[in-house]
């Protein structure tokens, strides 16, 4: 997948997600329509934050970085439109999990 350079950077501890779709069909080979699939749980970080800023002005830096494939929550974030493409802009801590 070719990487895209974004027009936003995510603040403090935001990443800007790009979700990857889920399966199609099932293992048994029944096709799922769109009105039945969920929404996708599964993205890859497209661009990062610096961190989380304490309360003394230090700076944690993130656990994630450009590239990474994550797990969220299916309600996490908000779904934004960056040059006619739909992105997540979600904070780390509601990222479940780094896949891989």
Do not use: C, H, Q
């Not at 309360?55 to 970085?65: A, F, Q």
Request: overall charge negative; proline content about 5%; glycine content about 12%.
């Amino acid at each position: 997948m070719a990487k895209t350079a974004l027009k936003i950077r995510p603040l403090g501890d935001r990443v800007i997600l790009r979700a990857i779709p889920s399966e199609e069909k099932t293992k048994a080979g029944i096709i799922i329509p769109d009105s039945a699939k969920e929404k996708p749980m599964e993205g890859e970080v497209m661009a990062a934050g610096k961190g989380r800023m304490l309360e003394d002005g230090t700076i944690v830096p993130m656990e994630v970085k450009e590239g990474d494939r994550v797990l969220f929550s299916k309600w996490g974030g908000t779904e934004i439109k960056i040059d006619g493409e739909e992105y997540l802009m979600i904070k780390e801590s509601e990222l479940l999990g780094i896949i891989g």
